[in-house]
């Protein structure tokens, strides 16, 4: 089975200051890995995604996110953070190796809200 | 403008009460996917459906039916609503590959009283 853990239900930052939204993974075979934003009322929306390659994912509104497959974990980053990124982000995973329609499975974490203070 | 679109987006229900959510994209995508939402345990899949007629239990399946008749539609039926699915419901739809990202809808905040 596969499960996905954000250890921490809340990260406070200020504005300016670097920001890291931590992740970790479980899954039988190889990762796929995503991380979602969501904005108060609204849907999830996609904000990067690890398939293979390069252990440091670009992604939108300048976050990035550094794989690690021994620690099995993918956090999320931003250099300096905005207050315009408070929000709830979620980390995501799919077993790249399920046989049939099983990676029809995509397992979510618990999500952590990011408040960013002026 | 490519979007997931589910009705209604407020609905306040009571107990044994069948009702439908309904969702729809304009994408072409052959993936859908229901999670639902609740406080500290993130988003779970309800089912999902990797193309017509092609449906499949995620997490929490119990208490939901879907059906999968058009590409575009992807309904969520509860027959018997009970008070521990008033949740935060989210449809989703993607191309049918596994590196694909997600699209979601605005969510449906349903009530059971």
């Known amino acids: 089975a596969q499960s996905v853990a954000q250890p921490e239900d809340q990260v406070n930052v200020a504005e300016g200051n670097p920001l890291t939204v931590k992740c970790t993974y479980s899954?039988?075979?190889?990762?796929?890995l995503f991380w979602y934003v969501q904005y108060p009322n609204r849907g999830l929306q996609f904000l990067l995604k690890?398939?293979?390659?390069?252990?440091l994912v670009k992604g939108s509104y300048g976050f990035e996110a550094e794989f690690n497959k021994s620690q099995t974990s993918f956090h999320l980053k931003k250099p300096s953070a905005l207050v315009s990124d408070s929000a709830l982000y979620f980390c995501?995973?799919?077993?790249?190796?399920?046989?049939?329609?099983?990676?029809?499975?995509?397992?979510f974490g618990q999500g952590t809200i990011l408040t960013v203070h002026p | 403008e490519a979007q997931v679109t589910q009705n209604p987006r407020y609905l306040i229900t009571v107990t044994g009460k069948k009702l439908t959510v309904t969702c729809s994209q304009n994408?072409?995508?052959?993936?859908m996917s229901w999670y639902r939402q609740d406080p500290g345990l993130g988003l779970r899949q309800i089912y999902y459906?990797?193309?017509?007629?092609?449906?499949d239990k995620g997490d929490v399946p119990e208490g939901y039916k879907v059906s999968r008749k058009e590409k575009r539609n992807f309904p969520l039926i509860l027959e018997s609503p009970s008070p521990n699915q008033t949740s935060l419901y989210f449809c989703?739809?993607?191309?049918?590959?596994?590196?694909?990202?997600?699209?979601f809808g605005n969510g449906t905040r349903l009530t059971v009283t």
């Open positions: 459906s990797m193309n017509v007629e092609v449906t």
């Open positions: 994408m072409n995508h052959e993936y």
């Open positions: 989703a739809s993607s191309l049918a590959r596994p590196n694909s990202p997600l699209h």
């Open positions: 899954v039988s075979g190889n990762p796929y």
């Open positions: 995501a995973v799919r077993d790249a190796y399920a046989g049939g329609t099983s990676y029809g499975k995509l397992t």
């Open positions: 690890y398939i293979t390659g390069d252990n």
